[in-house]
Structure formats: structure tokens, C-alpha cells
């Protein structure tokens, strides 16, 4: 608005100037126009400087930070599996990373429509209280520009539509360049790069062809756009310049006039190039209200039954199907699991483990059957009460690029002093102190290098003690481990999960492993094949049983020992 309110007096002062020029007036009124236009520059520009420089970057700090705070409520809200719907996660990438950049595109295309439609009203009064005729000629211009810009608009969408799967593909092919999850790989695989530069070459050209489609229809609608502008401009500079000559206008009215038209000209092209990008962000903007507004089927229930105690599970006939497949990984289950009783979950993979663990953390709802804690259906829990009583390592648990303290703790810092002692204990538990305390920041040392050169890397088997030491650290009912130790040697292994049954006391604790002799010492095994419960008991009623568990359990002890099981 202050820029257009600028243009207009710059035309007004220029008018007035001129014409006390060549009206003979004397050069201290000149000097006081010139004067008075000096002035009114330099204030803009002092106020221009503060609302660019400070105030606008803050505000859309400040928009940014509430939009990016909203997405992430909704994305720990929304439920594990909308991150294997592709529309939904396509949807949910575009909020995220857009934030920032959207708020101020938003911002400033507002800030241009105002402008506008300020800087069209001032021109068109100026020039219409002069000569109605050019306004006219201005008007028709803005007539045939906004059929033509419409047109345009729809050419763009399309083309737009038509590129999205074609740039996501490329997005892909970029990702896989520069992180870290494939740096490995792509020095290892000599073929591996020279394949993903093909697919980008094949993604890249396609865009080209949309683009030699698309670009001959945009760009010659911009030729009959610029070409009206042309026409209109001129035929408003003939019709002035013959005013003049007649002495029907002055030298100062023949500039103001032009000026005015050519201003007018660029206010109605800033306005017609608005409506593609007000389209756009409509996108973007309908893309976050769907994300935000999104209702999980998943409820906090914070007025539900809050979970204080060691529980009992059971599983009543429960199956389950992800959303990307017809085929059930969990087919009428029932199990049952006492108050502070030690399971295992063990078999092949793809056997239905995992998922079950997914179900009992309420991270999914099953598709049939019922989950009751201590006889009460689990969704009449307060599901934060759920998740809290449950202490759980997961196969892919990582680590955050925050200092030691916080990945154990997953949490700020409350009472510095207990919590240092807690994560102390923590780190003694799991066998990471020796290593933690050798640091020079000890437990506040970052973790990753990723932001700090004095952070330090773990190794994966460090990595997996530092998610033991995080159960330690959790107050819980149960405890989960979930294949959580790939990445330790047998021995090194069984000594973890014996310490995690050390721990556990009345707790109730689920165990998943595929070596066997890790869960020799639990009170039941669980054996599933295609999503179903095809033996239980303990380890020695399996034994004697001499099924499917006997049979994995001697071919595992002829691996590691060279000897069958003593049965």
C-alpha cells in the first residue's frame, strides 16, 4: 500500500514540477516540490527498511513456528498406518515442508493483492478525472487481459497436475544421493549410482516434454498479453501527444497521464499474476486444513481409565490387515497374558511378532476381535496412560540428535540432580557408563555430529545399550523388546535379555527374538506361523511336545553350540 501510495504522489510531484518549469515559476517553488519528494522518499524508505528487515521477517517467524507446532501435534495424533497411504503421506510431506516457505508466499501475495487493488483505484481516479478516454482504453485492456490470464490459469493447472508424479519421482532420486541411509550402498554397488542417473534422466525428460507441450500454449498467450499492453500503451501515448500539440494539455499533464497509464498497465499485470498464485496456495492450503482437520480413529480418550498398574492382556479372536494389503497378518488370535507374566512371541519372520506388539501399544486397531486390559476394552483407556506404562525397544529404534541425557530420558530435563542420578543408574544398568563417562560432556555430549563437532557417534551396538537404558529410565508396567539386539554377539545378547527379565521383578514383560535360548527362561512361548498361535507353553512342555519349537530349537543350538539340545 505505502508503494503505491508513493507512485501515485511521485506522478503528482512530477506533474506539478514540470509544469512550474515551463509555466516560468521561480526555482524556490521548484525546489520545494523537488524538496517535499525528497522527504517523502526518504521516509518510505526508513519505513520500508524497518517493516522488510524486521517486522515482516518476525511475523513470518512467528506464522511459520504456529503452523509447523500445529503439524506437529497432528503427526504424533494421526495413527502409524496413514504413513502407508500415499495420498495421505503425500499430503502430510507437503504441510511439513512447506511451512516455512508458504507462510511468507501467502504473506506476500497478499500483501501484492492489496497493493494492487490500492494502486488500480488511485491510478484510475487520477487518470479519470483527467481523461476518462484513456481509462476506457485501460479498462478494455484489463477485459481481454483477464480472459486471456484465465485461460492461462487453466493451461498451468494442467500442466501442473500432469508434473507432480514426474517431480516426485525426481525427489526421490535426489533423497537418495544425499542422505545418509544410502551412502553406504552407493559406493558399494558400483552400478547403483549409474542406474539412479538414468531414472532421474527418465523422470527429468519427461518433465521436459510437459514443459515443450505446456510452454508453446503459455508462452503464446504472454505474446497476445504483451501485445495488448503494447497496443493499449501506445494508442494512450498517440491520443496524449495530439492533446499536447492542440494545447489542450500540458507537458506536466502529458507525463503524469502516461505515467499514470503505464503505472495503471503494471498494477492490473501484478494483479492479473496474483490469481495463479492465490490458486496455488488454495492447494496448499486446503493440503494442511485436510491434514490438520484430520480425525484420527485412534482417541486420545482422556476421560478414559487411566492405566496405573501391572495389567493382564488378552486377545480375543483378534486379526488385522495392513491397509496396502488384503491378506491378514494376524488371524483370530487369543492369547492371554497374566499380570507381571513373562512371554515370548517367537517364529519365523513375517509370522504376525511385531505386529502384534504394534496392537498392544495401540499404535494399530485390530480389524476383528477385542484387546482388554484387566477385562476392559482397551479403547475405554486414556490411551496416553497406555502408552506411558509401556516400556518398549523396537527393532528400529533411533537415536536423536539431542544431548545422551535426553535420548535416555525422551524428555527435557525437570529436576536436574534426580535425573542425572536416574540416567546414571540407567547407564550402569545397560552397560554404556565406562563410555558415556569417558566423553568430555559425559551425559549432556550431543549425540550424532550432525550439528555439533563435539557430539559423538555410537556404534550399533552402543546404540541398542541406549535404548535398554531408556526402559530403565521409563517408570512402566510392561516391558517390550522386540528384537531389540541384532546387533550384539549370542552371548553378549542372552546377558541383555537376562538383564531385562533382572529388571522387570512383577512387571509384565513380552520377549521377541529368533535365538531361542533367549527365552528358554520365560513363563510361556508363543509360537506363530501365518498370523496364528500354533504351540504354547514353556520351554520344556514345547520340548517334550517335540513340534515346530523343538525342531527350530535344536537346528539354532547345532548352529551356535555344533551340538542338539539335551532333550
Excluded at 335 to 353: C, D, Q, W
Excluded at 398 to 409: C, F, V
Aim: charged fraction near 20%; hydrophobic fraction near 40%.
Amino acid at each position: 500500500m505505502l508503494s503505491s501510495i508513493l507512485s501515485v504522489l511521485n506522478v503528482l510531484f512530477l506533474k506539478y514540477t514540470i509544469d512550474s518549469i515551463t509555466g516560468g515559476s521561480s526555482f524556490i517553488k521548484v525546489s520545494i516540490f523537488l524538496g517535499g519528494l525528497l522527504i517523502m522518499q526518504l521516509g518510505f524508505m526508513l519505513l520500508n527498511s524497518w517493516l522488510q528487515h524486521k517486522v515482516m521477517p518476525k511475523n513470518v517467524q512467528t506464522i511459520s513456528q504456529k503452523m509447523q507446532m500445529m503439524l506437529f501435534k497432528k503427526a504424533v495424533e494421526v495413527e502409524v498406518k496413514c504413513y502407508e497411504d500415499t495420498d495421505f503421506y503425500n499430503k502430510f510431506t507437503l504441510a511439513m515442508q512447506q511451512a516455512d516457505s508458504r507462510a511468507l508466499a501467502v504473506l506476500n501475495t497478499f500483501s501484492m493483492f492489496i497493493g494492487s487493488l490500492f494502486g488500480i483505484g488511485a491510478f484510475s481516479t487520477l487518470i479519470g478525472l483527467y481523461e476518462p478516454v484513456i481509462l476506457g482504453v485501460v479498462l478494455l485492456r484489463v477485459a481481454l487481459s483477464f480472459y486471456i490470464n484465465t485461460c492461462t490459469i487453466k493451461v498451468q493447472h494442467q500442466y501442473n497436475e500432469e508434473r507432480v508424479p514426474f517431480q516426485r519421482e525426481i525427489g526421490y532420486q535426489l533423497r537418495i544421493f544425499y542422505l545418509q541411509n544410502y551412502a553406504k550402498e552407493l559406493r558399494l554397488f558400483e552400478g547403483l549410482p549409474e542406474l539412479m542417473r538414468k531414472m532421474y534422466s527418465v523422470s527429468t525428460e519427461k518433465v521436459k516434454g510437459l514443459i515443450e507441450t505446456y510452454g508453446k500454449k503459455l508462452m503464446n498467450m504472454a505474446r497476445i498479453q504483451g501485445g495488448i499492453g503494447a497496443i493499449s500503451s501506445t494508442g494512450v501515448m498517440i491520443y496524449l501527444s495530439y492533446k499536447v500539440l492542440k494545447s489542450i494539455l500540458t507537458i506536466g499533464d502529458f507525463i503524469a497521464l502516461s505515467n499514470s497509464s503505464q503505472q495503471l498497465g503494471g498494477q492490473i499485470t501484478n494483479f492479473m499474476s496474483i490469481f495463479p498464485q492465490l490458486y496455488e496456495h488454495s492447494l496448499y492450503i486446503e493440503n494442511f486444513k485436510e491434514f490438520v482437520d484430520y480425525k484420527p480413529t485412534i482417541q486420545p480418550n482422556e476421560d478414559g481409565v487411566v492405566l496405573n498398574k501391572v495389567p493382564s492382556i488378552e486377545l480375543q479372536n483378534v486379526s488385522f490387515s495392513y491397509s496396502n494389503s488384503n491378506k491378514n497378518v494376524l488371524d483370530r488370535v487369543n492369547i492371554k497374558i497374566k499380570s507381571g507374566e513373562k512371554v515370548a512371541f517367537v517364529g519365523r519372520n513375517g509370522a504376525g511378532k511385531s505386529t502384534l506388539v504394534k496392537l498392544i501399544t495401540r499404535l494399530y486397531d485390530p480389524v476383528e476381535g477385542n484387546i482388554l486390559i484387566d477385562g476392559i476394552p482397551y479403547y475405554k483407556y486414556n490411551t496416553k496412560s497406555i502408552r506411558e506404562s509401556i516400556g518398549i525397544i523396537f527393532q528400529d529404534y533411533q537415536g536423536y540428535a539431542m544431548s545422551i541425557i535426553e535420548n535416555i530420558l525422551m524428555r527435557e530435563i525437570v529436576d536436574k540432580e534426580a535425573d542425572e542420578k536416574l540416567v546414571e543408574r540407567a547407564l550402569i544398568f545397560s552397560g554404556l557408563y565406562d563410555k558415556v563417562s569417558s566423553l568430555p560432556d559425559g551425559m549432556y555430549t550431543k549425540l550424532t555430529k550432525e550439528f555439533s563437532n563435539k557430539g559423538t557417534l555410537l556404534s550399533g551396538g552402543e546404540l541398542q545399550k541406549l535404548a535398554i537404558a531408556r526402559v530403565y529410565a521409563r517408570k512402566c508396567n510392561i516391558i517390550i523388546l522386540d528384537e531389540p539386539s541384532s546387533s550384539l554377539d549370542p552371548i553378549a545378547e542372552n546377558e541383555m535379555f537376562n538383564s531385562m527379565l533382572s529388571l522387570a521383578e512383577d512387571r509384565t514383560v513380552i520377549l521377541i527374538s529368533h535365538r531361542l535360548a533367549n527365552v528358554k527362561n520365560v513363563d510361556r512361548i508363543f509360537l506363530l506361523e501365518d498370523g496364528k498361535v500354533i504351540e504354547q507353553g514353556t520351554h520344556e512342555e514345547l520340548m517334550r511336545f517335540n513340534g515346530k519349537y523343538a525342531d527350530m530349537y535344536n537346528i539354532q543350538a547345532n548352529r551356535y553350540t555344533g551340538e542338539a539340545a539335551n532333550y
